[in-house]
Each structure stands twice: as C-alpha cells, then as structure tokens.
C-alpha cells in the first residue's frame, strides 16, 4: 500500500519522532481539550516538509482540490468523517449545493470536485455542483477521464438564499478559495458557508496562519519537551510590494538577510551542515504560484524581468503586494530517485488521507507544487491515527503518525486564525 520511500532519518528528527511517539496518550488528550474549544474547518489539506532534521508545514489549504489523488480504498474514512462534520455544521441538511473552481478545463481538478461529490453523497446528502462562471447560463455537461460525466448548473439567488433551478440547499461547500473576491452573489446570505467566506484569499493571509501557528507550536513543544523550532518554520512579511516597479526591495532585502542569520544561527546550534535557505510567496494565494527560493539576499535585487513577471502575480491575475518570507524547509524524501513532500488531507479534525507530491525535475529546496508534478497515494488509514511503540521511530506507521500530529496542529491553527480574523472583522 506505500511505495519504496527514502528518507533522511537522522538526530534530531528521529528523537521527535520518538518523543511524539512516547506522548501519544497526551498528545491525543491536548487535541480533544483544543477541539473541545475550537471548530475545526470542514476540510483542510497541510503540505509538510521533512528535512530529516526538521518536521515542519509549509502551506496550509482550506480549499483542498486533491481528493482525486487520495487512496480512494479508504473512502470510508473521508465518508465517516464528513458525516461528522455535516452533523455538526448543519445536523438538518438534506441539500448541499457543491461550488467548484472555475477550472472547466483542468480535468485533473474536475476529477477532485468528482470524488468530493461522491463522498458528500456517500453521507446521504443530495449534492448539486453550481458554477460561478457567468458564461454558465444554463446547465453544462463536462466529460471525464474514464467516461464520467459532471454538470455544473449556473447559481440562481432569490433573496437571501442562493441554489439551483428546483434546488433550495441546506448548505453550501465551497471548493473555491475566492481568489479573484468574494462574489456577490454569496454575500449575506442565509445559508451556512463551509468553509466561510472570510476563509477565501480575497481576506486570508498566510502570515496570520503561520503566526498562530507559532502559538500552537510553542505550546505543544513544552507538552512533549522539544524546541518549537523542529516543527516551526521561522517566518517574517513585507507589504507594499510592487516586483515590477522594485517596490518594497529593500524591506525584503532586509528581512531576507535577518531571516537567513536566523536560521544560519540555529543550524549552528544544531550541527546542521546545510545551506539555508528562504521561501519568498504571496502572503495569499495558492496553486504554487508567486514563490520562490533565495539563498542570498542581492538575489531580491538582480532577478530578471522574467522572474519580477512570475512574481508579481498569482492566479485570477491578481496582483501580489505583500510576501510571506518563510524559512526554506528541506526535504530529503524521494520516491524512484525524485524528490518528494507528503500532503496530509483532513475532514472536520481526522486525518482522512495523503500523498505525495513528487517532482522529478525540481531539487530538495525547491518548491515542488508547480508543472510536472505528480502524485503518489498512501495509506494513511490508522497510520497518521495509532502509532506501534513496537517499533522504531522511522517504521510506516510512526512516520505517518508524526506527518498526522504536525498537520492537525496546523489545522488547529486555521481554526485559530480564522475565528482571529472574524473577531477583527466584528
């Protein structure tokens, strides 16, 4: 069920392993009094980086478009999970209405809305895919791989509830991150939004993630005695950012060189014999876009006008002005000799599944979520779940169980960011 995998097991990687695999009673504990005060988002994909000397999550998605790539002999547990998080959210719903991406073309991403779709069904819900595409006037069929169908019907609103022709849903899913903004054919209305739309990179930013994320990492570091720093990637942001103009250089000139001291200083602390390395990315937005690796700071200063193009804007062609600057994370897994990063998919707050994206033309500090990737499906059904104190650290279902505790903290720190930017807001 895993494929032949290699990875970096050394110092102090292999002893979190085993510290995360020693607390498991209390690790578990903690999660249930944190669910207990926090909702979890009704679905979340966490991309990790395992450097074998550093565990740690790089980007955080709550809009997850990969359940395609999942294992799908373990639909039962994306199924189970999502009647939990149904039963929730919205213990009456009969109808959902499902909102895609306005990817018509990427079959790879319909194939995603395909399996969503299927699974939401699963929990006995009547699920109807509407559309934003204006285009859409009336109901469209879109072929699939392998002789599926899908049709997206365009969204009616009346009043303050929006639906299909002859549908009235109890709730909406969302599987769009509302990049280009919040339409206003979904403001105010009565129905309940998952996830809700202040959730969208039209008002998410990743530097507040990362910054509870900070919170929960410390904390959860003194719970099993380690430096947060083996799980947390440092971070800093600069705003006002204009790549083609050469706006803001010298404030991320700056904060490149602070952060990569900072990290030179901890791979001293820690015998590390590496070259670090940041991660400069739109502060919003996904898909891979608008990132890139530094390693020295004059670097910011002499990128070509090709590189200022592909930096300066992200999908639905909007512009970036503000940058996350994230200490560059490693990562010394391969599959067949190419490098490669887990995801860890969750519904409501369980591990439901992964993969691994893995790219065979991209180096182990480069960002691997970008064309010619491909994906790997794993096992992650008791894996991420319960680990074996039988065996050792680096065992399948000790390393998966580790992969399972570091992304639901970062779940944790969606929900945390979210109610911070909803109390902001209020």
Known sequence: MVPHLTTALTGPLLELEKRIIDAQPAIEFWFRQQWQEQAAP??????????GFKLAPVD???FPGGFNNLNLDFLALCVHAAMGAVEKICSNAQRLLLIPENHT?????LQNVAVLANILRQTGLIVRIGTLIPEITQPTTLELPGGARMTLEPIIRNGNRIGLKDFDPCAVLLNNDLSAGIPD????????IMPPLHAGWATRRKSRHFAAYRHLASEFSRLIGIDPWFIDPLFDRCGKIDFQARLGEECLTSKVSDLLDRIREKYREYNIHHEPFVIVKADAGTYGMGIMTV???DEVKDLNRKARNKMSVIKEGQAVTEVL????????????DAVAEPVVYMIDHFVV????????????????NSPGMHFVPLAFDSACQLPDQRLNPDATPNRFYAYGVIARLAMLAASIELDNALNEDS
């Open 325 to 336: 600057i994230q200490e560059g994370v490693y990562t010394f897994e391969s599959i067949n």
């Open 295 to 297: 390693k020295r700071p």
């Open 42 to 51: 009704f679905y979340t994909s966490v991309d990790l980086r395992n450097a």
């Open 353 to 368: 599944g992964g993969f691994y994206r893995v790219h065979t033309g991209r180096g182990t500090d480069e960002n691997l």
């Open 185 to 192: 054919v979904l403001k105010d209305i009565e129905q309940i």
């Open 105 to 109: 073309r990427n079959t790879f991403y």
């Open 60 to 62: 955080t998605n709550l």
